[in-house]
């Protein structure tokens, strides 16, 4: 299916938006994983509830043998928990609410493991823990929609007219694009409002964010597509990803 590429409105895109690909830095207290048993919402492994509750207890020994706060680790293992349904989203704030608990709960972590405790760095590591986790949710649509499942929230979906059938036979139509924009967006504006603290963050914190790069990637990939969630170019590798983060670790920034 062929279509006319639209340029949608950029006054909040603005020309370094990113793709998500990072791997993220194992942290010490890490170790005990779950077993791969199906997917999540968020493009994840997760395991049958059972083991996971049996492995609580490991996580939460290492989180006291190296200090760290414990709420952000169980604010992660109950929000995983309490998405095992695999809902869709309704909207776009129980998606953030979800990478709030998940993704920016880690941050706050790993931000703890570099000896960081700064109002700014946690403010940036919630903005950035959102955006990853909206971006997350874009990148895992195309392989949930292969399984007859989709995630995005039924609110934007349901605004611009779109059905999860639409999403399902990969649907390039305008108003399937817009809901994209939409959602991407919001990952955009977040990551926007992450590095408006920069210059208050301390630079001890910047390895924590270098996400931002992979994220911003993403972004910008997905706009150069008019927004088609299932276009080719992005599931492929960025293979000069690793120089932008060297760079941008290089210039102490996020």
């Known amino acids: 299916m062929t279509y006319t590429v639209t340029t949608h409105p950029s006054s909040l895109w603005p020309s370094s938006c990113g793709r998500s690909v990072y791997q993220q830095r194992q942290a010490p207290f890490l170790g005990p994983r779950l077993t791969s048993q199906s997917p999540s919402k968020d493009g994840k492994s997760q395991a049958p509830p059972s083991l996971g509750l049996r492995r609580k207890s490991g996580w939460e020994a290492a989180v006291k043998r190296h200090n760290l706060t414990k709420r952000w680790l169980m604010k992660i293992i109950d929000e995983r928990e309490?998405?095992?349904?695999?809902?869709?989203?309704?909207?776009?704030?129980?998606?953030?609410?979800?990478?709030?608990?998940?993704?920016?709960?880690?941050?706050?972590?790993?931000?703890?493991?570099?000896?960081?405790?700064?109002?700014?760095?946690?403010?940036?590591?919630?903005?950035?823990?959102?955006?990853?986790?909206?971006?997350?949710?874009?990148?895992?649509?195309?392989?949930?929609?292969?399984r007859r499942r989709v995630f995005l929230p039924m609110e934007i979906c349901m605004l611009h007219g779109v059905s999860q059938e639409d999403f399902l036979r990969q649907n390039q139509a305008k108003n399937v694009r817009d809901v994209v924009y939409d959602i991407a967006s919001q990952?955009?504006?977040?990551?926007?409002?992450?590095?408006?603290?920069?210059?208050?963050?301390?630079?001890?914190a910047f390895p924590a964010f270098l996400q931002t790069v992979a994220l911003e990637d993403y972004l910008k990939k997905i706009q150069q597509v008019d927004f088609d969630i299932f276009h080719p170019s992005l599931q492929q590798k960025n293979t000069l990803l690793p120089l932008s983060l060297y760079v941008q670790s290089w210039r102490k920034r996020y």
């Open 187 to 204: 990952a955009h504006l977040h990551l926007k409002h992450a590095r408006s603290f920069h210059k208050s963050v301390p630079v001890k």
């Open 82 to 146: 309490k998405n095992l349904d695999d809902k869709p989203y309704r909207n776009i704030q129980e998606l953030e609410n979800y990478a709030e608990n998940t993704q920016s709960s880690l941050l706050y972590l790993t931000l703890e493991i570099l000896g960081v405790k700064d109002l700014h760095a946690d403010h940036a590591a919630s903005h950035i823990g959102k955006a990853q986790g909206i971006v997350t949710c874009l990148r895992a649509t195309p392989y949930h929609g292969s």
